[in-house]
């Protein structure tokens, strides 16, 4: 079964994002991270769609949009391997 797994950045990047869309709506946070979880979910069963990037700390990985939020992951044996989660509008190559 095909199954996806949070670095611990994945994981503090979802927990920080949750928190700013909560000040303004906790029911749009919950809602969010119902929706990243779908996806998540999508790209397990299907880890090679997305677009093919390199970088320079983590080799070749894919991304995918989610609404105004970049995911990047890798596929693994069984799935995908979540490395962060990152508001469209941040420097991204800074951080992955």
């Given at each position: ?9 994945a ?17 749009a ?11 998540f ?25 989610h609404?105004?939020?970049v ?23 800074d951080?992955?």
């Amino acid at each position: 079964m095909p199954r996806y797994v949070r670095t611990t950045n994945a994981r503090t990047d979802l927990r920080q994002i949750a928190i700013y869309i909560a000040r303004d709506n906790p029911s749009a946070a919950m809602t969010w991270l119902a929706g990243v979880e779908q996806l998540f979910g999508l790209l397990a069963s299907q880890p090679h769609i997305g677009e093919l990037i390199r970088s320079d700390r983590l080799g070749t990985i894919r991304r995918i949009s989610h609404g105004a939020y970049v995911v990047y992951f890798r596929p693994v044996e069984q799935g995908v391997q979540i490395l962060r989660v990152i508001h469209g509008a941040r420097q991204h190559e800074d951080l992955i």
